[in-house]
């Protein structure tokens, strides 16, 4: 009986493996949208999403993998069918029964089939209920939903993208999908009570939370993540643009002007009246004056220059000056080195980066002070 269990194990590891690696590509999203949507971090949820992962590409290797190799396959070997005679499993059981016996029929292909196509939807059962909050019913549909589009997959040979009917469409497989969503319906709220809901968390967004060094340094991090993004997005948009080919300092040219726009998109949201960076205002932060006060137009201008400005400046001229001048990889690194010390001044300076040391203010919570007990429920203090 061994390769029968060997069958199910490949698959069961391949999705582990890259379930996990789709769950790394997405956890800064994840978690970015966390802070938005809770107000903070909720780390069970963040865990949660990493089992929704793996169960989903689990899914996809159970009931669609492996396809056809070449087309010579095709020609040579017997597509899947439609059966549409419900519960013929029951007699393919009988007969396994009277075939091996009880014991060993408990072990046969045929009705390990039948166990696993039931077993591989109780997960869904128990994330759409518990997970995804679905209501009951809703959760059974949704995974017999799911199941009736991977038969129709299956059937057409994955929409005619495959060539051929490589898998057997059965509508027992529907029967028993349903089943185990079902099944994990049920039992979701005694293996998944622990799970906080989107809902509640989500309704204690605006409670203020405490201020951390880390969530300070996340915020630089995050405002150089998108002036990165936008610099090298407009770098390929000149290039894709300008006519082909080019000298060595119209490269120069280009990089220079890349790093103005990305400075630009990073420093426009802090010359507004809140004086807030994107970064700021997706992790709830904004400047305050000591003392309260309104910042006042000069301030905010300062301020903004001060941080990502002053970076987006030394890499702007370095790259302009790139093959004209001995200066320009020492302004290059110059600015990546200040780039770093704001990380971390913001990350260690409790009343906030540089830039609040220049301008005489505070980053703050922009909900407010937080308790003292800083209870947080299901959500991390940190953000």
Known sequence: MAPVFETWASPAIAAVITGGALWGVILAPLLLYQVRAYGGLSLIRAGGAAAVSIYGVALVAYTLLPTPGTESWCESDRGGTFELDAFHSIDDIRWAVSYYGMPDALLSFTVLQVAMNAVLFIPWGI???????????????????????????????????????????????????????????????????????????????????????????????????????????????????????????????????????????????????????????????????????????????????????????LCATGSWLEGGSDASPYLVVVGHAFAATLVLWAAIDPRGGFPDLVTGTATVDERGQAEPDGSEDDVSAEA
């Open 127 to 313: 994330l759409a209920r518990r997970y995804f909050n679905m209501p009951f019913v809703l959760a059974v549909l949704s995974g017999a939903f799911a199941s009736f589009v991977i038969e129709m997959t299956q059937y057409s040979g994955g929409w005619s993208l495959v060539g051929c009917q490589y898998r057997v469409a059965d509508i027992d497989d529907l029967l028993a999908n349903t089943l185990g969503a079902l099944i994990g319906a049920i039992l979701a709220p005694l293996l998944l009570f622990w799970m906080p809901p989107a809902k509640r968390l989500s309704e204690g967004r605006l409670r203020p939370r405490p201020l951390s060094g880390l969530r300070r340094g996340a915020a630089v991090v995050l405002d150089l993540a998108i002036l990165w993004v936008t610099a090298l997005l407009t770098f390929q948009v000149i290039d894709l643009v300008s006519p082909g080919g080019g000298t060595e300092a119209d490269s120069a040219s280009r990089h220079g002007l890349s790093f103005v726009v990305g400075g630009l998109v990073v420093l426009v949201p802090s010359l507004t009246r809140a004086g807030a960076s994107w970064g700021e205002r997706i992790l709830w932060l904004r400047p305050e004056r000591k003392g309260g006060g309104d910042l006042g137009r000069g301030r905010i201008v300062v301020r903004a220059l001060a941080g990502l400005g002053v970076y987006a400046a």
